[in-house]
Protein backbone atom coordinates (compact mmCIF):
# COMPACT_ATOMS: atom_id res chain seq x y z
CA UNK A 1 0.00 0.00 0.00
CA UNK A 2 1.28 3.27 -0.71
CA UNK A 3 0.24 6.82 0.35
CA UNK A 4 1.45 10.31 0.20
CA UNK A 5 3.11 11.20 3.74
CA UNK A 6 3.30 14.80 4.97
CA UNK A 7 5.11 14.71 8.19
CA UNK A 8 5.31 18.29 9.13
CA UNK A 9 7.98 19.86 11.45
CA UNK A 10 7.78 18.98 14.68
CA UNK A 11 8.09 15.28 13.69
CA UNK A 12 12.04 16.02 12.69
CA UNK A 13 12.52 17.79 16.18
CA UNK A 14 10.54 17.85 19.34
CA UNK A 15 8.50 14.75 18.29
CA UNK A 16 11.57 12.55 16.93
CA UNK A 17 10.46 9.82 18.42
CA UNK A 18 6.92 9.68 17.14
CA UNK A 19 8.43 10.43 13.78
CA UNK A 20 10.47 7.60 13.52
CA UNK A 21 7.66 5.16 14.72
CA UNK A 22 5.40 6.06 12.28
CA UNK A 23 7.91 4.97 9.95
CA UNK A 24 8.96 1.86 11.52
CA UNK A 25 5.10 1.21 12.21
CA UNK A 26 4.49 1.69 8.73
CA UNK A 27 7.18 -0.41 7.17
CA UNK A 28 6.15 -3.25 9.70
CA UNK A 29 2.39 -3.12 8.21
CA UNK A 30 3.86 -2.92 4.80
CA UNK A 31 2.80 0.16 3.80
CA UNK A 32 4.92 2.92 1.78
CA UNK A 33 4.92 6.36 3.17
CA UNK A 34 5.49 8.62 0.21
CA UNK A 35 6.76 12.06 1.83
CA UNK A 36 5.70 14.67 -0.34
CA UNK A 37 8.36 16.03 -2.19
CA UNK A 38 9.84 19.75 -1.13
CA UNK A 39 6.71 20.08 0.98
CA UNK A 40 6.86 22.82 3.36
CA UNK A 41 5.54 24.14 6.75
CA UNK A 42 1.76 23.94 6.93
CA UNK A 43 1.58 27.39 9.44
CA UNK A 44 0.52 25.88 12.64
CA UNK A 45 0.47 26.94 14.76
CA UNK A 46 0.69 30.33 14.54
CA UNK A 47 -0.21 31.70 10.53
CA UNK A 48 -3.32 31.42 11.08
CA UNK A 49 -4.07 33.87 13.94
CA UNK A 50 -1.18 36.30 11.81
CA UNK A 51 -2.34 35.86 8.39
CA UNK A 52 -5.18 33.95 6.89
CA UNK A 53 -4.55 34.51 3.20
CA UNK A 54 -0.80 33.52 3.95
CA UNK A 55 -1.66 29.88 6.38
CA UNK A 56 -3.94 28.78 3.72
CA UNK A 57 -1.11 29.42 1.09
CA UNK A 58 1.08 27.60 2.82
CA UNK A 59 -1.02 24.49 3.05
CA UNK A 60 -2.55 24.81 0.51
CA UNK A 61 0.69 24.50 -1.70
CA UNK A 62 1.15 20.97 -0.09
CA UNK A 63 -2.01 20.35 -0.79
CA UNK A 64 -1.18 20.73 -5.19
CA UNK A 65 2.07 18.69 -4.62
CA UNK A 66 0.33 16.05 -3.37
CA UNK A 67 -2.55 16.41 -6.20
CA UNK A 68 0.36 15.73 -8.61
CA UNK A 69 1.26 12.59 -6.78
CA UNK A 70 -2.18 11.32 -6.53
CA UNK A 71 -1.80 9.97 -3.93
CA UNK A 72 -4.46 9.84 -0.72
CA UNK A 73 -2.58 12.15 2.11
CA UNK A 74 -1.86 10.76 5.35
CA UNK A 75 -0.47 13.31 8.10
CA UNK A 76 0.23 12.32 11.73
CA UNK A 77 0.37 15.60 13.16
CA UNK A 78 -2.89 16.77 14.00
CA UNK A 79 -2.14 20.34 13.86
CA UNK A 80 -1.01 19.82 10.32
CA UNK A 81 -3.94 17.72 9.62
CA UNK A 82 -6.44 21.08 11.09
CA UNK A 83 -4.20 23.23 8.47
CA UNK A 84 -4.29 20.79 5.49
CA UNK A 85 -8.18 20.19 6.26
CA UNK A 86 -8.48 24.04 6.55
CA UNK A 87 -7.06 24.36 3.48
CA UNK A 88 -8.95 22.00 2.07
CA UNK A 89 -12.57 23.54 2.64
CA UNK A 90 -11.19 26.89 1.33
CA UNK A 91 -10.37 25.78 -2.00
CA UNK A 92 -13.21 23.74 -2.44
CA UNK A 93 -15.17 26.69 -1.66
CA UNK A 94 -13.34 28.26 -4.49
CA UNK A 95 -12.57 30.92 -1.61
CA UNK A 96 -9.51 33.16 -3.73
CA UNK A 97 -6.09 33.40 -2.15
CA UNK A 98 -5.22 36.55 -3.46
CA UNK A 99 -2.54 36.71 -6.27
CA UNK A 100 -1.84 32.82 -6.04
CA UNK A 101 -3.36 30.14 -8.06
CA UNK A 102 -3.46 26.68 -6.79
CA UNK A 103 -4.20 23.06 -9.36
CA UNK A 104 -6.06 20.94 -6.23
CA UNK A 105 -6.91 17.40 -6.44
CA UNK A 106 -10.25 17.48 -4.54
CA UNK A 107 -10.88 13.27 -5.03
CA UNK A 108 -7.90 13.12 -2.54
CA UNK A 109 -8.81 12.34 1.09
CA UNK A 110 -6.63 13.14 4.03
CA UNK A 111 -6.33 11.67 6.55
CA UNK A 112 -5.02 11.63 10.01
CA UNK A 113 -2.58 8.46 10.95
CA UNK A 114 -4.75 7.25 13.70
CA UNK A 115 -7.69 7.07 11.47
CA UNK A 116 -5.85 5.35 8.74
CA UNK A 117 -4.72 2.75 10.44
CA UNK A 118 -7.53 1.33 11.66
CA UNK A 119 -9.63 2.17 9.05
CA UNK A 120 -7.59 1.75 5.76
CA UNK A 121 -5.06 -0.66 7.06
CA UNK A 122 -7.06 -2.58 8.67
CA UNK A 123 -7.64 -4.63 12.32
CA UNK A 124 -6.43 -8.03 10.47
CA UNK A 125 -3.22 -6.41 9.10
CA UNK A 126 -2.72 -4.50 12.52
CA UNK A 127 -2.91 -7.58 14.45
CA UNK A 128 -1.38 -9.95 12.53
CA UNK A 129 2.30 -8.56 13.05
CA UNK A 130 1.64 -8.24 16.99
CA UNK A 131 4.55 -10.22 18.85
CA UNK A 132 3.50 -9.10 22.52
CA UNK A 133 0.43 -7.94 23.67
CA UNK A 134 -0.22 -4.55 26.30
CA UNK A 135 -1.69 -6.62 28.49
CA UNK A 136 -1.88 -5.00 31.96
CA UNK A 137 -1.14 -1.69 30.81
CA UNK A 138 -4.19 0.84 31.38
CA UNK A 139 -4.04 4.01 29.40
CA UNK A 140 -6.72 6.46 28.48
CA UNK A 141 -6.33 7.91 24.24
CA UNK A 142 -5.87 11.79 24.69
CA UNK A 143 -6.53 12.57 21.13
CA UNK A 144 -6.82 16.90 21.75
CA UNK A 145 -8.78 19.23 19.52
CA UNK A 146 -7.48 19.30 16.39
CA UNK A 147 -8.04 15.83 14.59
CA UNK A 148 -11.69 15.82 15.64
CA UNK A 149 -13.21 19.24 16.00
CA UNK A 150 -14.55 21.38 14.17
CA UNK A 151 -16.36 18.31 12.24
CA UNK A 152 -17.13 20.74 9.58
CA UNK A 153 -13.40 21.29 9.08
CA UNK A 154 -11.86 18.00 10.15
CA UNK A 155 -14.93 15.23 8.57
CA UNK A 156 -14.62 13.58 12.10
CA UNK A 157 -17.62 11.25 12.06
CA UNK A 158 -17.34 11.00 16.26
CA UNK A 159 -16.04 14.75 17.43
CA UNK A 160 -16.74 14.06 20.60
CA UNK A 161 -15.81 10.33 21.02
CA UNK A 162 -13.16 9.79 18.64
CA UNK A 163 -12.29 6.01 18.75
CA UNK A 164 -9.36 4.96 16.64
CA UNK A 165 -6.45 5.36 19.01
CA UNK A 166 -9.00 3.48 21.50
CA UNK A 167 -9.27 0.70 19.18
CA UNK A 168 -5.88 0.24 18.43
CA UNK A 169 -4.85 -0.31 22.05
CA UNK A 170 -7.47 -2.37 22.44
CA UNK A 171 -6.40 -4.60 19.60
CA UNK A 172 -3.31 -4.82 21.01
CA UNK A 173 -4.26 -6.23 24.47
CA UNK A 174 -4.72 -3.12 26.89
CA UNK A 175 -6.90 -2.29 29.51
CA UNK A 176 -8.11 1.24 27.63
CA UNK A 177 -10.07 3.46 30.29
CA UNK A 178 -12.93 5.45 29.55
CA UNK A 179 -13.19 9.07 30.58
CA UNK A 180 -14.82 12.24 28.68
CA UNK A 181 -11.89 14.52 28.50
CA UNK A 182 -10.21 12.63 25.49
CA UNK A 183 -10.80 15.60 23.30
CA UNK A 184 -10.71 18.45 26.00
CA UNK A 185 -7.70 20.98 25.10
CA UNK A 186 -4.03 20.76 26.62
CA UNK A 187 -3.53 24.48 26.13
CA UNK A 188 -1.68 23.99 22.69
CA UNK A 189 0.77 26.85 22.21
CA UNK A 190 -0.03 29.13 25.78
CA UNK A 191 2.27 26.63 27.31
CA UNK A 192 5.07 29.41 25.97
CA UNK A 193 2.87 32.75 26.59
CA UNK A 194 0.49 31.90 28.91
CA UNK A 195 1.59 28.71 30.63
CA UNK A 196 -0.78 29.86 33.78
CA UNK A 197 -3.56 28.54 32.44
CA UNK A 198 -2.04 26.04 29.70
CA UNK A 199 -1.17 24.03 33.33
CA UNK A 200 -4.66 24.72 34.74
CA UNK A 201 -5.96 23.31 31.74
CA UNK A 202 -2.85 20.19 31.56
CA UNK A 203 -3.62 19.73 35.58
CA UNK A 204 -7.70 18.62 35.08
CA UNK A 205 -6.27 16.32 32.15
CA UNK A 206 -3.91 14.35 34.70
CA UNK A 207 -6.56 14.40 37.45
CA UNK A 208 -9.27 13.00 34.96
CA UNK A 209 -6.65 10.43 33.93
CA UNK A 210 -5.98 9.52 37.08
CA UNK A 211 -9.66 9.72 38.25
CA UNK A 212 -10.51 6.97 35.04
CA UNK A 213 -8.31 4.22 36.73
CA UNK A 214 -5.29 5.14 33.93
CA UNK A 215 -1.49 4.70 34.59
CA UNK A 216 -0.82 6.04 31.25
CA UNK A 217 -2.04 8.48 28.61
CA UNK A 218 -1.93 7.44 25.44
CA UNK A 219 -1.39 10.68 22.37
CA UNK A 220 -1.08 10.83 18.70
CA UNK A 221 -0.28 14.63 18.71
CA UNK A 222 3.03 15.94 19.14
CA UNK A 223 1.82 19.07 21.09
CA UNK A 224 -0.46 17.47 23.52
CA UNK A 225 2.21 14.81 24.29
CA UNK A 226 4.71 17.54 24.84
CA UNK A 227 2.15 19.45 26.97
CA UNK A 228 0.86 16.65 29.18
CA UNK A 229 4.36 15.21 29.43
CA UNK A 230 6.84 17.74 30.00
CA UNK A 231 4.61 19.94 32.60
CA UNK A 232 3.30 17.35 35.04
CA UNK A 233 7.04 18.21 37.13
CA UNK A 234 6.05 21.78 37.70
CA UNK A 235 2.29 21.16 37.71
CA UNK A 236 3.44 18.73 40.58
CA UNK A 237 5.88 21.27 41.77
CA UNK A 238 3.16 23.82 42.71
CA UNK A 239 -0.10 21.34 43.80
CA UNK A 240 2.14 18.46 45.66
CA UNK A 241 0.45 16.07 43.48
CA UNK A 242 2.46 13.61 41.93
CA UNK A 243 1.26 12.44 38.71
CA UNK A 244 4.47 10.27 36.74
CA UNK A 245 1.92 9.53 34.27
CA UNK A 246 3.69 8.92 31.10
CA UNK A 247 2.65 9.92 27.98
CA UNK A 248 3.08 7.59 24.86
CA UNK A 249 2.50 8.14 21.43
CA UNK A 250 0.22 5.64 20.20
CA UNK A 251 2.58 4.14 17.47
CA UNK A 252 5.68 3.91 19.52
CA UNK A 253 3.42 1.05 21.90
CA UNK A 254 2.89 -0.34 18.30
CA UNK A 255 6.14 -0.77 17.90
CA UNK A 256 6.52 -2.06 20.97
CA UNK A 257 3.75 -4.51 20.31
CA UNK A 258 5.32 -5.23 17.39
CA UNK A 259 8.98 -6.19 18.68
CA UNK A 260 10.49 -3.24 16.92
CA UNK A 261 14.12 -3.00 18.23
CA UNK A 262 14.18 1.01 18.65
CA UNK A 263 11.00 1.10 20.71
CA UNK A 264 13.33 1.86 24.17
CA UNK A 265 15.08 4.29 22.26
CA UNK A 266 12.24 6.34 21.42
CA UNK A 267 10.29 6.01 25.00
CA UNK A 268 13.46 6.87 26.57
CA UNK A 269 13.09 10.43 25.37
CA UNK A 270 10.05 11.60 27.44
CA UNK A 271 10.27 13.63 30.22
CA UNK A 272 8.27 11.20 32.23
CA UNK A 273 9.83 7.81 32.62
CA UNK A 274 8.01 6.03 30.47
CA UNK A 275 10.21 2.77 30.23
CA UNK A 276 9.55 1.62 33.91
CA UNK A 277 5.64 1.13 34.18
CA UNK A 278 6.46 -1.23 31.11
CA UNK A 279 9.18 -3.30 32.95
CA UNK A 280 6.37 -3.12 35.52
CA UNK A 281 4.03 -4.14 33.53
CA UNK A 282 6.76 -6.96 31.80
CA UNK A 283 6.02 -5.49 28.43
CA UNK A 284 10.22 -4.95 28.29
Given at each position: ????Y ?6 D ?8 S ?6 A ?14 GA ?8 M??T ?23 C ?20 S ?18 D ?29 P?KI?D ?19 N ?23 Q ?21 C ?35 A????AA???L ?11 K ?5
Open positions: MEVSYPGCSLSTAREYGEVEAVAELGVELLELPDWNCCSSAHVTDDLAALAARNLEIAGKVGKDIVVPCAAFQRLKAAEKKLLAGDAIEGVFDYNSNLRIMDMGDFLWEVGPEILSSKVQRTLEGLNPVCYYGCLTSRPTARHPEDPQSMDDLMKLLGAVKNWSYKTDCCGANLVLTRPDIAKLIQKLLDMAKEAGADCIVAGPMCQYNVDSQQKEIAAQTGTEYNLPVYYFTELMGLYGLPEKWSRHSIDAVSLLQKELI
